[in-house]
């Protein structure tokens, strides 16, 4: 699959030259770009950081977690989910999911190895990307060498912290939701979730279910829609009324579907968007939260919804309305944000914040061989249909080179039988 050449430089750090392309990521995104190249037969290595693949998935999630959408929309390239999979799946069983991905495609990554730059080399036309050993004290480094780079490291890589005035005078426990598992320890405790997206709402439900005291602060507008509606996918309705009906048309409905099942959501102190929630997703990347029973929670009481934070206290945390509410814990529901930035020595096709400039659905190429994968704010089905468009890509690259090889060796030969 790759070769080392043997190889080192004043540094001790070794050099590997990759016959195909580099992966950095093991997650879906990296698995089924992958899995699609197998199948081309084109040697590839994949780079993960972690000591596992879908470290988020493995590491970084609460216990509670099921897909927010249904199966089919969820599943990677070349391999559907086991039918006796319920039509949400839980966290335990999507990574079962991806450990046997792995195992069928014959995919190992190099675990431990943490990216610290990636280069275009413009003299020798190649990649140069240089990794850290994640393992031990002892700092090894090895840089690959490829001619293609697939950026598959998503859109989560990191938690973000925001800054927030008297965070850091806060004398009780303050975690990013990425470390935060159940609210099993929280009983009987106030705890502020700091967010409202699908990891706020249901880490708030998780608390209250474990009987503790869970605050969450609303402090921008912010689309709430059942999972389901009528017994089908809110989502999967959704893509069969737009292959019918313009957007806005499709949002309106979802919205007055909505009213008659949730109620009118301002009433608990959570205001909804101007846009509707498909064109929200389509123009800011933003998505709307599925309620799987949080809302009537918010209804009952038993989750507080408040107003943006001004300031925190030993304490207490103050809001911008001027009331004051002691807490014990905060849980900080902020994002996830990507890290490209801080790695990839690339202005062109990437942006400040870590996402391909050029918008969905063609922000997956850029250019000296270098692809973007997961990127899409669609999900696991835009991370799968990133893996086929680059996998293919990759495929066509991959039997020119093989042609042009072939047409210098045939002529080689000829020139020698013509001596």
Not at 386 to 399: L, P, T
Request: glycine share 8%.
């Amino acid at each position: 699959m790759f070769s080392f050449t043997g190889q080192t430089d004043f540094c001790g750090r070794r050099s590997v030259w990759v016959n195909g392309p580099v992966i950095v990521g093991a997650g879906p995104s990296g698995l089924a770009i992958s899995a699609c190249l197998k199948e081309q037969c084109i040697p590839f290595v994949v780079i993960e950081r972690a000591d596992c693949i879908a470290s988020l998935w493995q590491k970084r999630t609460y216990d509670r977690l099921k897909l927010h959408l249904p199966k089919k929309f969820c599943q990677l390239p070349k391999l559907p989910f086991p039918e006796e999979y319920p039509e949400y799946p839980t966290k335990k069983q999507f990574i079962t999911y991806l450990e046997d991905y792995a195992q069928k495609f014959d995919i190992k990554p190099q675990f431990n190895e943490c990216v610290q730059s990636a280069k275009y080399d413009e003299a020798c036309q190649l990649w140069r990307v240089v990794t850290v050993s994640t393992i031990g004290s002892t700092r090894s480094e090895t840089e690959y060498i490829c001619q293609m780079l697939v950026v598959a490291t998503g859109e989560n890589a990191e938690g973000v912290v925001p800054e927030i005035d008297g965070l850091q005078e806060f004398t009780g426990e303050v975690i990013h939701v990425k470390d935060y598992k159940s609210g099993e320890k929280y009983t009987g405790k106030k705890v502020l979730v700091v967010g409202c997206g699908n990891s706020g709402m249901e880490v708030s439900l998780d608390l209250s279910n474990h009987n503790a005291k869970p605050s969450m602060v609303v402090r921008s507008s912010v689309h709430v829609l059942p999972r389901e509606i009528m017994g089908k996918s809110t989502f999967d309705l959704a893509m069969m009324l737009m292959k019918w009906l313009p957007l806005w048309l499709v949002d309106k409905l979802l919205l007055i579907l909505t009213w008659f099942i949730l109620g009118n959501t301002q009433n608990y102190g959570i205001k909804r968007p101007s846009l509707g929630p498909l064109q929200l997703k389509n123009h800011h990347g933003k998505t709307p939260v599925l309620d799987i029973g949080a809302l009537e929670k918010i209804r009952s009481g038993e989750i507080t919804v408040v107003p943006g934070i001004k300031r925190f206290n030993s304490d207490s945390v103050e809001f911008v309305n001027g009331e004051t509410l002691d807490i014990d814990s905060v849980v900080l529901a902020t994002g996830y944000r990507s890290n490209v930035p801080f790695w990839l020595q690339e202005t062109e096709f990437f942006a400040k914040n870590g996402f391909p400039k050029t918008p969905f659905p063609n922000g997956w190429k850029g250019k000296r061989g270098l692809y973007a994968s997961g990127f899409t704010r669609r999900g696991l089905a835009g991370a799968s249909a990133d893996a086929v468009r680059i996998s293919q890509d990759i495929g066509k690259v991959w039997k020119e080179e093989l042609n042009q090889r072939r047409k210098k060796v045939h002529t080689h030969r000829r020139c020698i039988s013509t001596f």
